[in-house]
């Protein structure tokens, strides 16, 4: 994930606009969703520069626009929040991947909520 991750365009720049990076996240419902990624850093450039291997991304989704998902990859792993507007019934979703689980699908800990 974290090579995958690598090719994301920074947001707001031309390439996060006519070049996403798709990523399939698992859904609420079963199976996955995509979503086009961008790298949105969410500290001040001082801080992220301590600390440059905890990395921010927000994505939109690709087969349903109303969806979105925040995420971040981190030395403690992967942990993600996705939703999607109420006009789409499906609930808020969490997804954490502990280290050193990071690199195995079966370490996947989804949990909806609603």
């Known amino acids: 994930m974290k090579g995958l991750l690598a090719g994301a365009p920074l947001e707001f720049t031309a390439a996060a606009r006519t070049r996403p990076l798709i990523?399939?996240?698992p859904a609420p419902a079963g199976g996955f969703a995509r979503f086009a990624v961008q790298e949105s850093p969410v500290v001040a450039p001082e801080l992220a520069a301590r600390f440059p291997e905890i990395r921010t991304y927000?994505?939109?989704?690709?087969?349903d626009p109303t969806a979105s998902v925040r995420f971040e990859v981190s030395p403690r792993g992967f942990s993600a929040m996705s939703e999607a507007s109420m006009a789409v019934p499906s609930p808020p979703m969490v997804i954490s991947i502990p280290i050193p689980s990071f690199s195995s699908p079966s370490a996947v800990r989804a949990k909806c909520s609603g």
């Open 23 to 25: 990523v399939s996240l």
């Open 58 to 63: 927000r994505g939109v989704g690709v087969d």
